[in-house]
């Protein structure tokens, strides 16, 4: 069956970087893209943006841009997010999720608390 | 960017059918997707191109467009239904989701 599956929680200093993986398994991976949604404490869902694992493109969330940066590794059907100078209000859920114009299925979430 | 309005919360008995509404400008363009969401659990698509249910979700879920507007219908409501729902859609710039809806079973 179709799965993602996410790399385990972070806790990380404001200014830090965090880089979440998500493995995927049970499809072509270079078939879909993969897209990045996360979800802060007791908030809603919040688009991150979404990388083509088929050639890279990616399209990121403009109030994201120059913050973060998708990449995918096909020779291990991963992708990865990474996110630089946290701040506080990064605290968040960080999901992947296959596909660009909807989303099916969802990873099981990675959280990251900015903390000092 | 455009935005996605869902009413904060639609309460309902069990065996009655609840509507929740998504509105926003660009839907009569673009296609809408629904997301049930349990507590501590990630998302799951259950309506995709507006009224197309994915397998494995089950008969009583809906969709439905009208204009500006787009309708997740749940039929005969069951407690296990009890969760936030989110409206989404997408363009070529990107994608923006619903503020949510939680649905409460009475």
């Known amino acids: 069956q179709v799965q993602l599956v996410q790399s385990g929680a972070e806790v990380k200093k404001p200014g830090a970087s965090v880089k979440v993986s998500c493995k995927a398994s049970g499809y072509t991976f270079t078939s879909y893209g993969i897209s990045w949604v996360r979800q802060a404490p007791g908030q809603g869902l919040e688009w991150m943006g979404w990388?083509?694992?088929?050639?890279?493109?990616?399209n990121y969330a403009q109030k994201l841009q120059g913050r973060v940066t998708m990449t995918t590794d096909t020779s291990t059907s991963t992708a990865y997010m990474e996110l630089r100078s946290l701040r506080s209000d990064d605290t968040a859920v960080y999901y992947c999720?296959?596909?660009?114009?909807?989303?099916?299925?969802w990873g099981q979430g990675t959280l990251v608390t900015v903390s000092s | 960017s455009y935005e996605l309005t869902q009413p904060p919360s639609v309460s309902v008995s069990p065996g009655q059918t609840a509507r929740i509404t998504c509105s926003g400008d660009a839907l009569p363009k673009q296609y809408a997707y629904w997301y049930q969401q349990k507590p501590g659990q990630a998302p799951v698509l259950v309506i995709y191109k507006d009224s197309e249910r994915p397998s494995g979700i089950p008969e009583r879920f809906s969709g439905s467009s009208s204009g500006t507007t787009v309708t997740l219908t749940i039929s005969g409501v069951q407690a296990e239904d009890e969760a936030d729902y989110y409206c989404?859609?997408?363009?070529?710039?990107?994608?923006?989701f619903g503020g949510g809806t939680k649905l409460t079973v009475l």
């Open positions: 990388i083509s694992a088929y050639n890279g493109n990616t």
């Open positions: 989404q859609s997408a363009d070529s710039s990107g994608t923006v």
């Open positions: 999720a296959r596909g660009g114009r909807w989303f099916d299925p």
